[in-house]
């Protein structure tokens, strides 16, 4: 499987951001996909993850309330919308995808995008 994320940029604090990631290959229902971050200097954090079948959601702490996952399984696509975004929320944002349950691991996740850059400014 190969995935794609773009969306990312520069935004000032309070502003909002959507990412998408398309995935190609072979998908299919039992596929999990999700958003890892990483800012310099720090460890890959979960973000969020979702089933690809079931709809179900997953969200980091740092998430709970500003970020929304969501995806279009006629795309083979999903999205992250991002809003009341902070200057900490900087980082590369990385979509991943696993075959399985909903998890908040990175190491559990086999197949990964090549990043997109997310930059708030205070």
């Known amino acids: 499987v190969q995935l794609q994320a773009f969306g990312g940029g520069l935004v000032q604090a309070g502003g909002s951001l959507r990412l998408s990631c398309a995935a190609s290959?072979?998908?299919?229902?039992?596929?999990?996909m999700g958003w890892f971050r990483q800012a310099p200097g720090k460890e890959r954090e979960f973000v969020a993850a979702i089933g690809w079948s079931g709809g179900s959601t997953y969200y980091g702490d740092s998430a709970k309330g500003r970020f929304t996952i969501s995806r279009d399984s006629a795309k083979n696509t999903v999205y992250l919308s991002m809003n009341h975004l902070k200057p900490e929320d900087t980082a590369v944002y990385y979509c991943?995808?696993?075959?399985?349950?909903?998890?908040?691991?990175?190491?559990?996740?086999?197949?990964w995008g090549q990043g997109t850059q997310v930059t708030v400014s205070s």
């Open positions: 991943a995808g696993r075959s399985g349950g909903l998890l908040p691991r990175a190491d559990r996740y086999s197949d």
């Open positions: 290959g072979r998908t299919f229902g039992g596929y999990t």
